[in-house]
Structure formats: structure tokens, C-alpha cells
């Protein structure tokens, strides 16, 4: 029933549990306004809020959906790294932006008119057509709703699609559009070439250094290094700390026994259902099949469609109906169950694959647990180091002395830049992937106290900004070897065009590809028709696009796809795509309609957003992504 309801996105329903997902990244951009109003709003378009519960609610049940669709449990480090967080975020704004247009323009819905939708909407119908309400709660449990949540949902959604509905209704995709889509996606190019390598066309001599050093005065840019500095730290997060825990085998064995039933996976099953008003019907369905005929031709012949029936892969807790359920986790796979009086209906079920249960050993879970109950021992060790650290910066101390004092390890990154690499080029392991400690950094003046930096896995840097060594040009004997190299590749490319043109213009002259290709001992290539987009392995994607500007017989040149020769070749075909008739018209409008209608939602949630303005309170969003309340003394 999920499985019926999750295909059907193109109801009204369905887009209610899936978001309007039409806001992107590309409406919204990255930065916005951070504010201070409400202690407990992740952020505001108009007078429109959206609660720290609100955000929390959508971001927990994403990672729920998530996790069964990958099969584990997603952490919240997990989630922020997919971007689920700001795909939430966006997706919250805009349904907060189009609401303060709807309140602006007193839209609104009765409870009643909203309740009259959901008993018409067919995924909630029982077998008997009529609203069923054990089918209604059971999808609601699916999808982690109350009763009053959802129909708070839907009677916003409502609201919100009186507005979207009306911008995308009315648009119309233009012959031209179609016509020049058609041509843009379909048209195709054919090619013939010879891929000369560099070495045909002779040596580039070793620079000199001589050469070098005027490559490297006359291109200082390339050759500057980044504003750095020295940094002191400690660096206490729970992945860090736990290395060096040690958990003994009756505490991992204690929680393997405790939680043991979280580890296994049950048994699950493709299952289709064919549900009957009553028995006599069920009979007569069964005996049909049993005479050969296809249990989705008979589906089909009570007016269903696979959707209809398909419960997708499901566990025996999936299966609502106590009775339903165990005749269908006994029957062999491919084999069309006896009519099972179920409690709400008579169905006929059959199994088309089945996922035995994997019970998972105390061995196989030995690392997870061990991992699990470290992370967890060093987050409390964290804690307790907390208040003794501040302690004693508090009383002057220095990083290093609290470090030695408090048996804690202190680190001194003697060269790091704003992008965490160190001097050698290479990632510094201890602060590379702390986005917003080296934001601080580099934001904070040297000698002076600063607030430690929380992690994203809640640990916590302190660190000390002790010199900072301003951008500067690198002296020319640390990177003349890189000049050299550099020197020789602009050579080398300068070398390959400047061949290659000569060779479009022999051919431009009356010269073949054919003679070309004996006097470089190289054999003619044959290209299949390209569509713009089409990847192919020896033609580069710049020779394809200099082949649609040209047209049948001309002639060009580019870098050849290892980057170490020339391509040189003709245009052999130029074929315009067929007429569109009127069915692939239609299927070519389908196709194209819903862009222009999310181009026209984008922009109008992007005006939108610009009328009401839009603050985003960046402390309370980080608790609520992390699952944490809001605390004033935060801030």
C-alpha cells in the first residue's frame, strides 16, 4: 500500500509526503541573513517561522526514509554530509515563502473540505472503494504522521498548492520550444579523424633555467602561496579520543544481549495482494489462476494496475493483518496463496522474491559495538574535560600547559592555510575537514583568547593563533622544477594547436584526411552519429562541441582526449532529427512542461523571498539538526 502511494506522485497526496521539491539549491544559494529572533525559530520569511520542532520532525523522519532505504541506521554526521539538512531547510523556506503570500492573500481551507479530499483520495480506499480507515492510520504509521499532523499537512499543502497550482497551470510549451528542443537534444554529428600524438610533431626541449625563471616572473601568480599560520590546538572529538579507548568484552557482550534484535534484518518479501469484496469472488479469481491464467491479468481484469496491488519488499510487521500476513511468510516463492480471509478483506497474495532474515552473531557486531560504546565513553570524557580546560584558561594558562597538566594532547601546526593544507601541499590531517575552526582561524587575531569550536560529531577544538605569515610570492629556487614542468606544458600545447591548424589548413586546401593520415602513419577514424551529449571515449567532449558549430564537410582541430596530441577532423554527416509526429511531440512536451513549471515556482519563490526577506538563526538550526534544544547561553 506504501509502495501504491509512494508511485503515485502525480496526486496531491503523495507530494505532501515528498515536499515540494522544486526549490533548490540553485533558488536559494548558500548564505543568508543570520538573526537573534525566537529562541526556538530556525528561520523566518515574513512573519512565517519555522520551529526548531518543525525542522527536527522533517529532518528525523528523512532520516528514517533514508535509512530504510539504505538498509542501516544514518547518522547525523551522515545525513549533514548527503546535505539532507539544507535540502530540508530549502525546501521548509519555500513552503514558508509561498504561505506569507497565502496569508498576505487570505487563502485558507475549512477542516472539513480537507478531510472530504483525503476520504476521496484512492490510496486511503479500502477494497470495497469506500474510505478505509484501518488503511488510512496504517499509512500514516508508515510515514511516522499523527492524525493531527497530517491533516495539518495537508490543510497547508492545500493552501500553499492554491498558489503553485495557479503558476504552473496556465503555461503552455511554445512549437518553437518544442521544435528547437527537438533539434537540440536529437540532432547528430558524424566525424571522421586522426588523433596525432605530440611526438609526431616533434620534441619540446627541456627548459632551461633561464627559461624557467622568465616563465616564473611573468607568471607570479601561479606561483604564490596563501596567507598561513601557526596554530596551536587541542583537539578532543569522539572519534579521535576513541581510538584509544578500551572496552572490555562483557560490556560489548552486555549490549550485543540488550539490543540484539536492532542488528538482525527480518525477512522480507515481494508480495503482490489482489483484495475481494467477499469470498465467492476470491473463489472465482483463484480457480482462474489455478487454470492458467496470469495473476495480473486478472488484476487487470477487476480494474486494478500493478500499483494497485504491488506492497513492494516488505517485513511480516508490513503486513497489518495478523492472518494475512502469516499465510503469506508461509507460502514458496512464486506460488498464488489460497483466498485468505483477512480482516478487513478476502485477499489472494502471491511471492515473487524473498530476502531471508540475516541474524546478525556477536562476532559479526564486535567491532560496530566496540566503535559504538567508544564513541559514547569519549563523548563523556569530553564533557568532563570541558569545564577543567576553561578552568584553567581562566587563570592564564596557556594551551600547552593545560595539555600537560591535564594529560591531554596539544598539537602545533607550524604552516596551515585557509584551506586546512599545510606547506608540503598536503592536508593537515588534525584540522583539514574543520570547515568553521579554520574559519575562526583565520579569523582571529594572534595571542589573543578565543571560544573553542564545536564539531560537527560534538567534540571541541581550542586553539591559539601564535603567527601568521602574510601571502607572498615563493622564492624561484623552491619551485623552479614546477616552473620548468609548467613551462613545458604551455610549450607543448602551444605546439600541438599551432600543428593542428596547419593541418585544417591543408585539408581547407583540397589535402584528405586519408593523405594526412599515410604521411603520419595513422589510420582514418569513423565516428558514429553523436548527439551533443553523447559520450564517447576518443572524442572529447570540446570536439564535439566545435562539431555541432560547423557544418557537413568543414574541418577542425582540438586537444586530443589524453591531452597528449591532436584530434583533426571532418564533419562527414550533419542529420537534422525527424519531424516530431504527434505522439513523440506529445512525450516531448511531458518531458518539458515540468521544467518550465519548476523554472516558474523557482522564480517565483525567489521574488517571493526577496519580498519577505528571509533570516536564518544558524545556532538553533545546528541543535535542531543535532537534535538539541536551543540555549540561550549558546548564543
Same mark, same amino acid.
Given at each position: 500500500?506504501?509502495?501504491?502511494?509512494?508511485?503515485?506522485?502525480?496526486?496531491?497526496?503523495?507530494?505532501?509526503?515528498?515536499?515540494?521539491?522544486?526549490?533548490?539549491?540553485?533558488?536559494?544559494?548558500?548564505?543568508?541573513?543570520?538573526?537573534?529572533?525566537? *529562541?526556538?525559530?530556525?528561520?523566518?520569511?515574513?512573519?512565517?517561522?519555522?520551529?526548531?520542532?518543525?525542522?527536527?520532525?522533517?529532518?528525523?523522519?528523512?532520516?528514517?526514509?533514508?535509512?530504510?532505504?539504505?538498509?542501516?541506521?544514518?547518522?547525523?554526521?551522515?545525513?549533514?554530509?548527503?546535505?539532507?539538512?539544507?535540502?530540508?531547510?530549502?525546501?521548509?523556506?519555500?513552503?514558508?515563502?509561498?504561505?506569507?503570500?497565502?496569508?498576505?492573500?487570505?487563502?485558507?481551507?475549512?477542516?472539513?473540505?480537507?478531510?472530504?479530499?483525503?476520504?476521496?483520495?484512492?490510496?486511503?480506499?479500502?477494497?470495497? #472503494?469506500?474510505?478505509?480507515?484501518?488503511?488510512?492510520?496504517?499509512?500514516?504509521?508508515?510515514?511516522?504522521?499523527?492524525?493531527?499532523?497530517?491533516?495539518?499537512?495537508?490543510?497547508?499543502?492545500?493552501?500553499?498548492?492554491?498558489?503553485?497550482?495557479?503558476? *504552473?497551470?496556465?503555461?503552455?510549451?511554445?512549437?518553437?520550444?518544442?521544435?528547437?528542443?527537438?533539434?537540440?537534444?536529437?540532432?547528430?554529428?558524424?566525424?571522421?579523424?586522426?588523433?596525432?600524438?605530440?611526438?609526431?610533431? #616533434?620534441?619540446?626541449?627541456?627548459?632551461? %633555467? %633561464?627559461?624557467?625563471?622568465?616563465?616564473?616572473?611573468?607568471?607570479? &601568480?601561479?606561483?604564490?602561496?596563501?596567507?598561513?599560520?601557526?596554530?596551536?590546538?587541542?583537539?578532543?572529538?569522539?572519534?579521535?579520543?576513541?581510538?584509544?579507548?578500551?572496552?572490555?568484552?562483557?560490556?560489548?557482550?552486555?549490549?550485543?544481549?540488550?539490543?540484539?534484535?536492532?542488528?538482525?534484518?527480518?525477512?522480507?518479501?515481494?508480495?503482490?495482494?489482489?483484495?475481494?469484496?467477499?469470498?465467492?469472488?476470491?473463489?472465482?479469481?483463484?480457480?482462474?489462476?489455478?487454470?492458467?491464467?496470469?495473476?495480473?491479468?486478472?488484476?487487470?481484469?477487476?480494474?486494478?494496475?500493478? %500499483?494497485?496491488?504491488?506492497?513492494?519488499?516488505?517485513?511480516?510487521? #508490513?503486513?497489518?493483518?495478523?492472518?494475512?500476513?502469516?499465510?503469506?511468510?508461509?507460502?514458496?516463492?512464486?506460488?498464488?496463496?489460497?483466498?485468505?480471509?483477512?480482516?478487513?478483506?478476502?485477499?489472494?497474495?502471491?511471492?515473487?522474491?524473498?530476502?531471508?532474515?540475516?541474524?546478525?552473531?556477536?562476532?559479526?557486531?564486535?567491532?560496530?559495538?566496540?566503535?559504538?560504546?567508544?564513541?559514547?565513553?569519549?563523548?563523556?570524557?569530553?564533557?568532563?574535560?570541558?569545564?577543567?580546560?576553561?578552568?584553567?584558561?581562566?587563570?592564564?594558562?596557556?594551551?600547552?600547559?593545560?595539555?600537560?597538566?591535564?594529560?591531554?594532547?596539544?598539537?602545533?601546526?607550524?604552516?596551515?592555510?585557509?584551506?586546512?593544507?599545510?606547506?608540503?601541499?598536503?592536508?593537515? %590531517?588534525?584540522?583539514?575537514?574543520?570547515?568553521?575552526?579554520?574559519?575562526?582561524?583565520?579569523?582571529?587575531?594572534?595571542?589573543?583568547?578565543?571560544?573553542?569550536?564545536?564539531?560537527?560529531?560534538?567534540?571541541?577544538?581550542?586553539?591559539?593563533?601564535?603567527?601568521?605569515?602574510?601571502?607572498?610570492?615563493?622564492?624561484?629556487?623552491?619551485?623552479?622544477?614546477?616552473?620548468?614542468?609548467?613551462?613545458?606544458?604551455?610549450?607543448?600545447?602551444?605546439?600541438?594547436?599551432?600543428?593542428?591548424?596547419?593541418?585544417?589548413?591543408?585539408?581547407?586546401?583540397?589535402?584528405?584526411?586519408?593523405?594526412?593520415?599515410?604521411?603520419?602513419?595513422?589510420?582514418?577514424?569513423?565516428?558514429?552519429?553523436?548527439?551533443?551529449?553523447?559520450?564517447?571515449?576518443?572524442?572529447?567532449?570540446?570536439?564535439?562541441?566545435?562539431?555541432?558549430?560547423?557544418?557537413?564537410?568543414?574541418?577542425? &582541430?582540438?586537444?586530443?582526449?589524453?591531452?597528449? #596530441?591532436?584530434?583533426?577532423?571532418?564533419? *562527414?554527416?550533419?542529420?537534422?532529427?525527424?519531424?516530431?509526429? &504527434?505522439?513523440?511531440?506529445?512525450?516531448?512536451?511531458?518531458?518539458?512542461?515540468?521544467?518550465?513549471?519548476?523554472?516558474?515556482?523557482?522564480?517565483?519563490?525567489?521574488?517571493?523571498?526577496?519580498?519577505?526577506?528571509?533570516?536564518?538563526?544558524?545556532?538553533?538550526?545546528?541543535?535542531?539538526?543535532?537534535?538539541?534544544?536551543?540555549?540561550?547561553?549558546?548564543?
Amino acid at each position: 500500500m506504501l509502495e501504491a502511494l509512494r508511485k503515485g506522485t502525480g496526486t496531491w497526496i503523495a507530494k505532501i509526503f515528498i515536499g515540494l521539491l522544486v526549490m533548490s539549491f540553485a533558488v536559494w544559494g548558500v548564505a543568508d541573513i543570520f538573526g537573534g529572533y525566537g *529562541t526556538q525559530t530556525v528561520a523566518k520569511v515574513g512573519d512565517t517561522e519555522i520551529s526548531s520542532q518543525d525542522f527536527q520532525n522533517e529532518f528525523q523522519r528523512e532520516m528514517r526514509t533514508l535509512s530504510t532505504r539504505l538498509g542501516r541506521n544514518i547518522t547525523f554526521s551522515d545525513a549533514r554530509s548527503l546535505g539532507l539538512d539544507q535540502q530540508i531547510l530549502l525546501r521548509l523556506i519555500g513552503d514558508a515563502a509561498i504561505e506569507s503570500q497565502a496569508n498576505t492573500m487570505g487563502l485558507g481551507v475549512t477542516g472539513n473540505a480537507v478531510a472530504a479530499r483525503i476520504k476521496r483520495e484512492a490510496a486511503f480506499k479500502g477494497s470495497d #472503494g469506500n474510505f478505509s480507515q484501518a488503511r488510512f492510520y496504517q499509512l500514516l504509521q508508515a510515514n511516522s504522521l499523527s492524525e493531527q499532523a497530517f491533516m495539518q499537512r495537508q490543510q497547508r499543502a492545500v493552501i500553499l498548492q492554491q498558489i503553485t497550482g495557479t503558476v *504552473t497551470s496556465t503555461h503552455q510549451v511554445p512549437k518553437v520550444m518544442l521544435d528547437a528542443t527537438n533539434k537540440f537534444r536529437n540532432e547528430t554529428r558524424k566525424l571522421s579523424y586522426i588523433n596525432v600524438p605530440l611526438s609526431k610533431f #616533434g620534441e619540446v626541449n627541456e627548459p632551461t %633555467e %633561464e627559461n624557467a625563471r622568465n616563465y616564473y616572473n611573468t607568471h607570479n &601568480s601561479e606561483f604564490r602561496a596563501p596567507e598561513s599560520r601557526k596554530v596551536g590546538a587541542i583537539v578532543l572529538t569522539p572519534s579521535a579520543l576513541a581510538k584509544d579507548i578500551k572496552i572490555s568484552d562483557e560490556d560489548i557482550k552486555a549490549y550485543f544481549e540488550h539490543n540484539k534484535a536492532r542488528f538482525n534484518t527480518p525477512e522480507r518479501r515481494a508480495v503482490l495482494q489482489l483484495p475481494f469484496p467477499d469470498k465467492a469472488m476470491a473463489d472465482a479469481a483463484y480457480e482462474k489462476i489455478q487454470n492458467g491464467a496470469d495473476f495480473m491479468e486478472v488484476a487487470k481484469g477487476r480494474g486494478l494496475t500493478k %500499483e494497485d496491488v504491488d506492497l513492494g519488499l516488505i517485513a511480516k510487521t #508490513g503486513l497489518s493483518d495478523e492472518t494475512v500476513a502469516d499465510a503469506v511468510f508461509s507460502l514458496p516463492k512464486d506460488e498464488v496463496s489460497k483466498p485468505i480471509n483477512g480482516a478487513l478483506a478476502t485477499v489472494i497474495a502471491k511471492v515473487t522474491k524473498i530476502e531471508p532474515a540475516i541474524v546478525k552473531t556477536l562476532d559479526d557486531m564486535r567491532v560496530t559495538i566496540s566503535t559504538g560504546l567508544a564513541a559514547e565513553k569519549a563523548a563523556e570524557t569530553i564533557l568532563d574535560s570541558y569545564d577543567k580546560i576553561e578552568d584553567e584558561r581562566a587563570g592564564g594558562a596557556t594551551l600547552a600547559e593545560i595539555g600537560k597538566k591535564l594529560g591531554l594532547k596539544y598539537s602545533e601546526i607550524v604552516d596551515i592555510d585557509a584551506r586546512g593544507m599545510g606547506s608540503d601541499g598536503k592536508p593537515v %590531517e588534525l584540522l583539514a575537514r574543520q570547515a568553521g575552526t579554520l574559519r575562526a582561524i583565520f579569523a582571529a587575531e594572534v595571542n589573543l583568547e578565543t571560544d573553542p569550536e564545536e564539531t560537527s560529531d560534538r567534540g571541541f577544538i581550542w586553539y591559539e593563533v601564535q603567527k601568521v605569515t602574510p601571502q607572498r610570492l615563493k622564492p624561484f629556487d623552491d619551485v623552479k622544477d614546477e616552473a620548468a614542468k609548467k613551462l613545458r606544458e604551455t610549450e607543448e600545447r602551444a605546439l600541438l594547436a599551432k600543428k593542428g591548424q596547419e593541418l585544417v589548413d591543408k585539408l581547407r586546401n583540397g589535402e584528405t584526411l586519408a593523405v594526412l593520415a599515410s604521411g603520419f602513419e595513422l589510420e582514418v577514424m569513423e565516428s558514429k552519429p553523436l548527439k551533443r551529449n553523447d559520450q564517447d571515449a576518443k572524442i572529447p567532449l570540446a570536439t564535439l562541441q566545435q562539431a555541432f558549430a560547423l557544418k557537413k564537410g568543414d574541418y577542425g &582541430s582540438s586537444i586530443a582526449a589524453e591531452g597528449k #596530441g591532436r584530434l583533426v577532423f571532418q564533419v *562527414t554527416e550533419a542529420n537534422a532529427p525527424a519531424s516530431l509526429d &504527434s505522439k513523440a511531440r506529445e512525450a516531448l512536451e511531458k518531458s518539458v512542461a515540468p521544467e518550465i513549471g519548476d523554472d516558474l515556482i523557482a522564480q517565483y519563490v525567489r521574488a517571493l523571498r526577496q519580498d519577505y526577506g528571509v533570516t536564518i538563526n544558524q545556532i538553533v538550526l545546528d541543535d535542531a539538526i543535532t537534535g538539541r534544544q536551543y540555549s540561550a547561553d549558546r548564543r
